[in-house]
């Protein structure tokens, strides 16, 4: 299956936003309203995107939203995911895609995200992906879950660096490059 990530449209935001309240991913991922979805469109600072599978253009099998955080220091955060079929590979993919995104064309040091401790597939996906789990110092703890954003229940930090042998080399059609 071939999975590409292109931009959120407008006229996308009512599918997102059944697919981020869907029983089976509201658990695992926080809720927006319509204006924030609306206002990500519009910042320079987030990146809203559809997955979009076998070149359907029309049809959003997903949707990935990330935070530019490289002039704080913070690399890049992918601050949300859902992929509408589980467990058929398009969620791996997706981050793939944008992952090559975000080492190659944004060129951001690394790439973290927030998982909750519960959510084991997404676990399993991101440490098949080359994430793992980091303590960031103490002192700067606060910072860090700010971009979190407060989450009720524990989250784990997880981080893939550019360095990584499993950051460096994807490319962007979701292959390893040799
Ligand atoms: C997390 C999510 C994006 C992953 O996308 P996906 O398309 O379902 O994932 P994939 O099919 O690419 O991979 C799923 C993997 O998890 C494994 N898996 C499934 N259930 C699992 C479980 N309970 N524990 C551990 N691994 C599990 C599958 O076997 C597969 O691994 P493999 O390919 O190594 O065999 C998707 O499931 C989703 O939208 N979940 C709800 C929202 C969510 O949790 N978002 C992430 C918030 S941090």
Redesign the pocket.
Known sequence: MDVVLRRTRASDLDRVLALERAT??AP??GQWSLAQHSAALASAEWEHWIIVCDGDEDTPE?FLIAQDLRAVGKGVYIK????R?????????ALEWFIAHAFQELAAAFVW????VH????R??YR?LGFRFRGVPEAEADAWLEVVGNPDRPALLMFLDAGDPAGSPHSHDGRRKS
Not at 85 to 93: E, L, M, Q, S, T
């Open positions: 089976e991913n695992y991922i997903g949300r995911i859902v992929a079929a589980k467990n058929r590979g398009v969620g791996r993919r995200l927030a998982v909750f959510n084991e597939r997404a399993h996906v098949t």
